[in-house]
């Protein structure tokens, strides 16, 4: 027993080796961030700085800021909007099944694996014709959009697990489908939303497709942005190091403070919801 | 019972979602293949007909096209597999019993939440490939552990620079694979391995005969989730070298020949194969999961 006990301690030299895979490219962006200037070579980039300097960071937020800003307020309502949509049609698909609603579904969730170069070109010929190119605004729209059969989905699997007898009880009461929805589903939907939230959040701040054929210059969100700050030649290594952290720290910060519901969006999408 | 209205009204709760979904999933795609068959080149459109000619020459007749292809395989070889066998690795690591299990967890998934951007364009340094005085990155690291024989061109490797963005994409997709097996690993009963190990079946011999066949529909869903990124690729390999011929994809292709070629024609044929590849996969997924489901 003493010898098994031992042995199990050896499983922590791979976890240990894996743990310092994943945090290699974490390493760099912080080591290479916070060295002055002057420290910054290609030659000591895995070295530690000699001191906490604030250079590259104060020099990347100046290039980013707008369009970090930009993700902001195309971000906000995006997961917002399609949250809300997203927990109607769950709701109305899982409570009130119609004729056709299982030829509907297998439908939208397609939907949410199509590769969008297969409709890119009417994208963007549809956001021309009604005004919408080049604004955040359409940004938004297509992310609610194409955000609709996940959300609607989380909503889904989660409500089909409250049991049916709830709902059968605020009716008798006389409550109709709306009022059953404000007043008894909504309360306890809470977990569902933050998933739903969260996972919205974190695939539009990270998207690049949409956004890079649908904005202009003035309307980059921050991976346009650091993508093209990556690709210049003129804005040193070092900074692009430190702008790869800022446009990573929102969805960091997420995952490290709503880990749990972050991955319970990760499963849906698997379709183990 | 569902009165008449409550019928109607969630109709009408529902109707304006899925009219956007037919319309922007379906009308669009319809409106794609439209384009497809079209001779449009340059900014106005044009739909004079010209049958398959976008995908014959695509497929027969386009050197790039065939680089994609090659590209394609190599990249979903390496990257579905690499995830695989990494992501079961940390998974069966961590269902010993360690302590700290939860803390390795979360910090092998920390990658998921962050962009293929940032990813690339950390990896674009990490994976300099400047050899003598100018070198850097992994390279680097590799010459001061005296690891010399891992030093390599990364991504400018002839013919095979594709697979160093796997290994990226490895980095950030494993812990996703890892999360889907630990998943699978709790849901087999514990009596199962129990009974095995009365009967004195060693821990591998557990794994080889029980565990393995029963993760089986997690490596499944795994495979065809992984399958249709690696189909998809697009930011990362833009994050880290940019458009370049060697490491091209049809998305990439895609991409380049609409928007900065203005050969719409040519890019919606690229865009409906990679949707019909696409289809191949997901959808007979589509169809057993939802039996499954059904049947519970």
Same mark, same amino acid.
């Given at each position: 027993?003493?010898?098994?006990?031992?042995?199990?301690?050896?499983? #922590?030299?791979?976890?240990?080796?894996?743990?310092?895979?994943?945090?290699?490219?974490?390493?760099?962006?912080?080591?290479?961030?916070?060295?002055?200037?002057?420290?910054?070579?290609?030659?000591?980039? *895995?070295?530690?700085?000699?001191?906490?300097?604030?250079?590259?960071? $104060?020099?990347?937020?100046?290039?980013?800021?707008?369009?970090? *800003?930009?993700?902001?307020?195309?971000?906000?309502?995006?997961?917002?909007?399609?949250?809300?949509?997203?927990?109607?049609?769950?709701?109305?698909?899982?409570?009130?099944?119609?004729?056709?609603?299982?030829?509907?579904?297998?439908?939208?969730?397609?939907?949410?694996?199509?590769?969008?170069?297969?409709?890119?070109?009417?994208?963007?010929?549809?956001? @021309?014709?009604?005004?919408?190119?080049?604004?955040?605004?359409?940004?938004?729209?297509?992310? =609610? $959009?194409?955000?609709?059969?996940?959300?609607?989905?989380?909503?889904?699997?989660?409500?089909?697990?409250?049991?049916?007898?709830?709902?059968?009880?605020?009716?008798?009461?006389?409550?109709?489908?709306? @009022?059953?929805?404000? #007043?008894?589903?909504?309360?306890?939907?809470?977990?569902?939303?933050?998933? =739903?939230?969260?996972?919205?959040?974190?695939?539009?701040?990270?998207?690049?497709?949409?956004?890079?054929?649908?904005?202009?210059?003035?309307?980059?969100?921050?991976?346009?942005?650091?993508?093209?700050?990556?690709?210049?030649? $003129?804005?040193?290594?070092?900074?692009?190091?430190?702008?790869?952290?800022?446009?990573?720290?929102?969805?960091?910060?997420?995952?490290?403070?709503?880990?749990? #519901?972050?991955?319970?969006?990760?499963?849906?999408?698997?379709?183990?919801? | 019972?569902?009165?008449?209205?409550?019928?109607?009204?969630?109709?009408?709760?529902?109707?304006?979602?899925?009219?956007?979904?037919?319309?922007?999933?379906?009308? %669009?795609?319809?409106?794609?293949?439209?384009?497809? !068959?079209?001779?449009?080149?340059?900014?106005?459109?044009?739909?004079?007909?010209?049958?398959?000619?976008? %995908?014959?020459?695509?497929?027969?007749?386009?050197?790039?096209?065939?680089?994609?292809?090659?590209?394609?395989?190599?990249?979903?070889?390496?990257?579905?597999?690499?995830?695989?066998?990494?992501?079961?690795?940390?998974?069966?690591?961590?269902?010993?019993?360690?302590?700290?299990?939860?803390?390795?967890?979360?910090?092998?998934?920390?990658?998921?939440?962050?962009?293929?951007?940032?990813?690339?364009?950390?990896?674009?340094?990490?994976?300099?490939?400047?050899?003598?005085?100018?070198?850097?990155?992994?390279?680097?690291?590799?010459?001061?552990?005296?690891?010399?024989?891992?030093?390599?061109?990364?991504?400018?490797?002839?013919?095979?620079?594709?697979?160093?963005?796997?290994?990226?994409?490895?980095?950030?997709?494993?812990?996703? !694979?890892?999360?889907?097996?630990?998943?699978?690993?709790?849901?087999?009963?514990? /009596?199962?391995?129990?009974?095995?190990?009365?009967?004195?079946?060693? /821990?591998?011999?557990?794994?080889?005969?029980?565990?393995?066949?029963?993760?089986?529909?997690?490596?499944?869903?795994?495979?065809?989730?992984?399958?249709?990124?690696?189909?998809?690729?697009?930011?990362?390999?833009?994050? !880290?070298?940019?458009?370049?011929?060697?490491?091209?994809?049809?998305?990439?292709?895609?991409?380049?020949?609409?928007?900065?070629?203005?050969? %719409?024609?040519?890019?919606?044929?690229?865009?409906?194969?990679?949707?019909?590849?696409?289809?191949?996969?997901?959808?007979?997924?589509?169809?057993?999961?939802?039996?499954?489901?059904?049947?519970?």
């Amino acid at each position: 027993m003493k010898l098994a006990l031992e042995r199990k301690h050896l499983l #922590y030299i791979p976890l240990f080796l894996a743990a310092v895979f994943f945090l290699v490219p974490m390493y760099i962006m912080l080591v290479t961030g916070f060295k002055g200037f002057e420290e910054v070579s290609l030659r000591t980039m *895995w070295d530690l700085p000699s001191g906490i300097k604030l250079d590259n960071f $104060i020099e990347a937020f100046d290039k980013l800021s707008p369009h970090m *800003w930009n993700s902001v307020r195309m971000v906000v309502p995006a997961a917002i909007i399609s949250s809300i949509l997203g927990s109607i049609n769950g709701y109305v698909l899982s409570k009130y099944r119609f004729r056709g609603s299982n030829v509907i579904f297998p439908l939208i969730l397609f939907g949410m694996f199509i590769p969008y170069q297969s409709i890119l070109i009417p994208l963007v010929e549809f956001m @021309r014709n009604i005004g919408l190119y080049g604004t955040i605004s359409g940004l938004v729209l297509t992310h =609610v $959009i194409y955000g609709l059969p996940i959300t609607t989905l989380t909503f889904y699997n989660y409500y089909a697990t409250i049991p049916g007898e709830l709902l059968e009880a605020s009716r008798i009461d006389g409550a109709g489908m709306l @009022r059953s929805y404000w #007043y008894i589903l909504l309360p306890i939907s809470l977990p569902a939303f933050v998933v =739903v939230l969260i996972w919205q959040f974190t695939s539009a701040w990270n998207d690049f497709l949409f956004a890079v054929v649908l904005t202009s210059q003035q309307t980059w969100p921050v991976t346009v942005a650091l993508n093209n700050m990556a690709g210049s030649q $003129i804005i040193a290594w070092n900074v692009q190091m430190a702008g790869s952290f800022l446009a990573a720290l929102p969805t960091l910060l997420v995952y490290i403070f709503l880990g749990n #519901y972050f991955l319970r969006g990760l499963m849906a999408g698997a379709l183990k919801g | 019972m569902i009165s008449r209205g409550e019928r109607l009204l969630s109709l009408a709760i529902v109707t304006p979602s899925m009219l956007a979904i037919a319309i922007f999933v379906y009308g %669009f795609i319809l409106w794609s293949t439209r384009v497809s !068959v079209s001779a449009w080149k340059g900014l106005l459109p044009d739909y004079s007909f010209v049958g398959l000619d976008n %995908f014959k020459n695509l497929l027969f007749n386009d050197p790039r096209f065939i680089i994609d292809i090659r590209n394609t395989v190599i990249f979903t070889v390496v990257f579905v597999g690499g995830s695989l066998i990494f992501g079961l690795t940390l998974a069966i690591l961590l269902d010993q019993g360690l302590r700290g299990e939860s803390f390795f967890r979360s910090l092998y998934l920390f990658p998921m939440a962050i962009s293929f951007i940032v990813t690339g364009v950390v990896w674009r340094w990490l994976m300099n490939p400047a050899m003598g005085s100018r070198m850097s990155g992994l390279n680097l690291l590799f010459d001061n552990m005296g690891l010399d024989f891992l030093i390599n061109r990364w991504y400018t490797t002839p013919n095979w620079g594709i697979a160093s963005i796997a290994l990226a994409a490895i980095w950030q997709m494993s812990g996703y !694979v890892m999360a889907m097996y630990i998943g699978g690993l709790r849901g087999i009963p514990h /009596e199962l391995r129990e009974a095995a190990r009365v009967d004195g079946a060693s /821990e591998p011999q557990i794994y080889r005969h029980i565990v393995l066949p029963m993760l089986w529909p997690v490596t499944l869903s795994a495979l065809i989730i992984l399958g249709h990124i690696s189909l998809k690729v697009f930011d990362l390999i833009v994050a !880290v070298v940019g458009k370049q011929l060697p490491l091209d994809v049809p998305a990439i292709y895609m991409w380049q020949t609409t928007f900065d070629g203005y050969f %719409f024609g040519r890019g919606a044929a690229i865009g409906i194969l990679l949707l019909i590849s696409v289809a191949v996969l997901i959808i007979p997924y589509l169809i057993y999961t939802l039996r499954q489901e059904n049947q519970l």
